[in-house]
């Protein structure tokens, strides 16, 4: 793509030397000779990723937006791989390590943006309808225990590795190892939007804002709703994947950069929520974040029955039996200093949750364990899937690992007091 740079000084040499010009009408233009480096062209603002245009493992909310758009836009972002672009295939799990040592305090992600949506206002919604996306052809997944203790079990797994994948688009498969494929499901990791505080804050942890949700939802067709704390929103995206499981328990996910994420940024004006929500064709969703996971799971139910009484219109009671006979609960993720859980809700004819079997199937191997800790629970269930599809299947149990991060489904069941239930499967069909 063109230097953006260059486009800003063309575009304000069109005038004679000595003549005023008037200001356009058109933000897009507006918001070009102002030194935005988003471009309007054939009806979308593109933002591609450059050096201009993203950071690296901060968001601040003093950020120069990269882009101004009113609300209703079209945007096709480009994004970046992590630690700009410098977790690329070949490179070595030293330095992938030391790029993450040698930089404390800021994430590994590459963000694209901010994007600023005209009109958007604090206490209202921005909406982020995600139309397409376009993975690279090559990703990354990486466990990094060492000095930095990151992953579900750094002291299990105390050998560092990364592992490089290429996506074959036309069947929607990546090769894991001979014999054994993964679906390419891509879906970002990172949709933010500015938090109030001031300052820089770190991409890792998520919040009420977004942000490193790892939710893997949110594919085509799904609508993002976040909560607005700023003047124009200020929305990024990046952290972006094309194969998560439930927990990303070996640290990351298959980590690419998308060639084109192409989202509409809508205004719902004074409407105020507490947490982000996402749409699908088929539910919507509900989420919990917190440093503790039993804690993320009393926020999500909080949450849940929130939305049924604002949305649903269902007092409060009936709310909270809805919730527990149709609210299909589900870990995100378990990695990033804050741990996350999500609630699915049918859309129509009130389905029941996807089972939560507690042996072996026919279509997956599963574990299941029972702890007064929901943390704890999945420790025990998370491990053992490790061990079976290790032992099972003949994998080294680093690659086990590995897999399980990238294609386990983990499910919360009963939750009381003294009893806090897990179910991870992991299906069969990935053997080939």
Not at 1 to 27: D, F, L
Not at 59 to 87: H, K, W, Y
């Given at each position: 793509?063109?230097?953006?740079?260059?486009?800003?000084?063309?575009?304000?040499?069109?005038?004679?030397?000595?003549?005023?010009?008037?200001?356009?009408?058109?933000?897009?233009?507006?918001?070009?000779?102002?030194?935005?480096?988003?471009?309007f062209q054939g009806g979308v603002y593109l933002l591609p990723a450059t050096?201009?245009?993203?950071?690296?493992?901060?968001?601040?909310?003093?950020?120069?937006?990269?882009?101004?758009?009113?609300?209703?836009?079209?945007?096709?972002?480009?994004?970046?791989?992590?630690?700009?672009?410098?977790?690329?295939?070949?490179?070595?799990?030293?330095?992938?390590?030391?790029?993450?040592?040698?930089?404390?305090?800021?994430?590994?992600?590459?963000?694209?943006?901010?994007?600023?949506?005209?009109?958007?206002?604090?206490?209202?919604?921005?909406?982020?309808r995600i139309n397409r996306i376009v993975p690279r052809s090559y990703g990354?997944?990486?466990?990094?225990?060492?000095?930095?203790?990151?992953?579900?079990?750094?002291?299990?797994?105390?050998?560092?590795?990364?592992?490089?994948?290429?996506?074959?688009?036309?069947?929607?498969?990546?090769?894991?190892?001979?014999?054994?494929?993964?679906?390419?499901?891509?879906?970002?990791?990172?949709?933010?939007?500015?938090?109030?505080?001031?300052?820089?804050?770190?991409?890792?942890?998520?919040?009420?804002?977004?942000?490193?949700?790892?939710?893997?939802?949110?594919?085509?067709?799904?609508?993002?709703?976040?909560?607005?704390?700023?003047?124009?929103?200020?929305?990024?995206?990046?952290?972006?994947?094309?194969?998560?499981?439930?927990?990303?328990?070996?640290?990351?996910?298959?980590?690419?950069?998308?060639?084109?994420?192409?989202?509409?940024?809508?205004?719902?004006?004074?409407?105020?929520?507490?947490?982000?929500?996402?749409?699908?064709?088929?539910?919507?969703?509900?989420?919990?974040?917190?440093?503790?996971?039993?804690?993320?799971?009393?926020?999500?139910?909080?949450?849940?029955?929130?939305?049924?009484?604002?949305?649903?219109?269902?007092?409060?009671?009936?709310?909270?039996?809805?919730?527990?006979?149709?609210?299909?609960?589900?870990?995100?993720?378990?990695?990033?200093?804050?741990?996350?859980?999500?609630?699915?809700?049918?859309?129509?004819?009130?389905?029941?949750?996807?089972?939560?079997?507690?042996?072996?199937?026919?279509?997956?191997?599963?574990?299941?364990?029972?702890?007064?800790?929901?943390?704890?629970?999945?420790?025990?269930?998370?491990?053992?899937?490790?061990?079976?599809?290790?032992?099972?299947?003949?994998?080294?149990?680093?690659?086990?690992?590995?897999?399980?991060?990238?294609?386990?489904?983990?499910?919360?069941?009963?939750?009381?007091?003294?009893?806090?239930?897990?179910?991870?499967?992991?299906?069969?069909?990935?053997?080939?």
């Open positions: 793509m063109a230097n953006s740079k260059q486009k800003t000084s063309n575009v304000s040499s069109t005038a004679e030397p000595g003549v005023q010009r008037s200001r356009p009408k058109r933000p897009e233009i507006r918001a070009l000779q102002e030194g935005h480096v988003g471009q050096d201009e245009t993203v950071q690296w493992g901060w968001f601040d909310n003093a950020e120069r937006p990269r882009a101004r758009i009113p609300a209703g836009s079209t945007v096709v972002m480009e994004t970046m791989m992590a630690s700009l672009n410098q977790v690329l295939p070949g490179v070595d799990m030293d330095t992938i390590t030391r790029l993450r040592v040698n930089h404390p305090g800021r994430g590994p992600h590459t963000i694209t943006g901010p994007v600023f949506v005209e009109g958007a206002m604090p206490g209202d919604t921005l909406c982020v990354a997944n990486w466990n990094m225990p060492g000095p930095l203790q990151l992953g579900q079990f750094p002291d299990v797994f105390t050998e560092p590795q990364v592992k490089y994948f290429y996506f074959d688009m036309a069947r929607g498969v990546t090769e894991f190892l001979p014999g054994i494929e993964i679906p390419v499901r891509p879906f970002p990791g990172i949709v933010a939007v500015a938090r109030e505080e001031s300052g820089p804050y770190s991409t890792v942890p998520p919040g009420t804002f977004g942000g490193n949700l790892d939710i893997r939802e949110m594919t085509e067709g799904s609508v993002v709703h976040l909560p607005v704390f700023v003047e124009g929103a200020l929305f990024w995206s990046g952290d972006s994947h094309a194969a998560q499981g439930n927990g990303e328990i070996n640290l990351t996910a298959i980590e690419t950069a998308f060639s084109e994420l192409n989202v509409t940024i809508d205004v719902i004006k004074r409407q105020t929520i507490a947490w982000p929500r996402i749409e699908t064709p088929t539910h919507w969703i509900t989420v919990g974040y917190d440093h503790d996971l039993d804690r993320a799971l009393e926020i999500l139910e909080e949450e849940t029955v929130r939305f049924l009484v604002d949305v649903a219109r269902l007092r409060g009671t009936d709310a909270r039996a809805f919730m527990t006979t149709y609210g299909d609960f589900r870990v995100s993720e378990v990695v990033n200093q804050v741990k996350g859980v999500y609630c699915m809700l049918p859309k129509k004819a009130w389905h029941r949750p996807a089972s939560r079997p507690l042996r072996e199937n026919r279509a997956s191997f599963v574990t299941h364990a029972v702890d007064a800790s929901l943390m704890q629970a999945m420790n025990h269930a998370a491990l053992e899937m490790i061990d079976v599809v290790a032992s099972r299947q003949r994998l080294r149990r680093i690659d086990a690992y590995s897999l399980a991060s990238l294609a386990m489904d983990t499910r919360i069941g009963r939750v009381e007091p003294g009893a806090r239930e897990i179910h991870c499967l992991i299906p069969k069909s990935l053997w080939i």
